[in-house]
């Protein structure tokens, strides 16, 4: 009873701190909706394209629609151009393209991959085709597209970047922007023993690499040569295209003369292998976990991996490259990590769904461990910003400069981050005082940040303390390992919901 009664005052508690933070809060409309439901592939909701393994994201680009601009207002859209190599395509052989939002003058460049997960066989990949064409076609694409967080256009939103050349590339190629083709000999022609050999193949094709290249190469007569500094960015699925490809971009632009420098700001795309026992040989039957899913598709995508991260494993064994922290040593160009301690497809991967009806102790267990985890995984890396929040994605929110870690806030860290190649040119080894861009939070529990996304439940769309959703999912006190007179530092960050 003494237990029971804590459980009830500490919720008590928490639906005052939802109420504060409610009041309190000037972007609540930009709130994370947690328990968004995960599934295969094909089943993610067409809003928000993330995916329970390496998911995409939910608002990059908002759709330019003409009734929403006034008339000095045109330019803040960015507008759709298909590529001029027609032979380089989307998976069902549509154009491929990207939507540029040109600063007339700047010699910066931010190029920006949308994530949205992948197929890796024809059931995977006709199943994602039906429900979610758009990230396999072009044929639907908005002629305009505005962005948000740092492809926002103004100052206020994203003070740092909106006067640059902003270009969003679409992702329809479902190979985590790593294949090269070529056309796939269409199934329906094949016969006999060579059908039944290979079962999986399919009519669709796989170039999001070469889309890449061919989108720069689309670039140079808009200046792209003349670039000072090209930002290539992502996140989910693109923010691992971004790690799988930034060397690639650098030497492309380097063999054609351009003097920039090439740096990679990777959101959410910083996973850990899944801790579920693997299926033999991962049946079509069965969800594949990702180290089997990139496992089968680098075989039909044709995927390509860095150089001098292959060399490091044998024939077979080159999915590895598929995950930063064994990838991010082999790589020379200058790279940002941003990423969640406790990211939501992280968790989905181990069938974690908060909102969900259940959690076991177990899974419990994992959650607790996530965050330490990946910060393990990020002990090397140099420039980083990783609050303890249970959110995916992060870049593009509208209200991105509200998360801090350790008083700064992602804006500013990228800044400092920037800030420090300048001084390196000027041979200045005294970095600027208080601008700071390793950033990784020191507390321990899902949401002990004050500044993360609110949790909502996404059936009533309240918002929830985190032991508020653990409780609905019939964990208590006991179970979750904590005492309210030993633990009330975590208690309290339970209770506070973010900020």
Known sequence: MKILGQVVFLLLLGGICCQ?????????????KSGNQGGDVAQSPPEDVSHPRLGGTAESAREGTPAGRAAG???????LQFLKNTQVTCNDGTPAGFYLKEFRGSRRWLLFLEGGWCCYNKATCDTRYQNIPRLMSSSQWPQTKRGSG?????????????????????????????????????????????????RNATEYTFMGSLIIREVIKD???????????????????GGTGVLLNIERVASQLEQLGAETQVRGLVDSGWFLESKQQRAPDCPE????????AIKKGLRLWNGVVPDRCRQLYKRGEEWQCFFGHKLYST??????????????????????YLGGPSLSQQQWTYMKNLGMELKNS?????????????????????????????????PRAVQCWERSFQEANRNNRTPSKGCHFQLVDTCHWPQCNPTCPVLVDQATKQELTLLQMLVAMGLDLQSLGLDPQTDAGSLASMVSNGG
Request: glycine share 4%; net charge neutral.
């Open 20 to 32: 504060n933070n409610r009041n309190a809060k000037s972007s609540g409309k930009s709130s994370k």
């Open 73 to 79: 207002q045109q330019t803040d859209d960015m507008r």
């Open 150 to 198: 740092i492809l926002s256009s103004q100052a206020e939103e994203n003070p740092h970047w909106h006067n640059t050349n902003i270009v969003f590339i679409p992702y329809c190629s479902s190979d985590v922007w790593s294949g090269t083709g070529p056309v796939p000999t269409p199934a329906r022609t094949r016969q006999g023993r060579e059908k039944e050999k290979d």
């Open 219 to 237: 670039l140079i007569p808009k200046g792209i040569k003349l670039a000072k500094v090209v930002m290539l960015t992502g996140t989910s699925a």
């Open 285 to 292: 039957t069965v969800s594949c976990l990702p180290e089997d």
């Open 331 to 352: 790589l020379t160009s200058p790279l940002f990590i941003v990423q969640w301690l406790f990211d939501e497809e992280q968790l989905r991967v181990e069938n974690i």
């Open 378 to 410: 990020l002990t090397d890396v140099t420039a980083v910003f990783a609050p303890s929040c249970l959110s995916h994605t992060l870049i593009t929110k509208s209200n991105w400069m509200n998360f801090q870690v350790k008083g700064t806030s992602l």
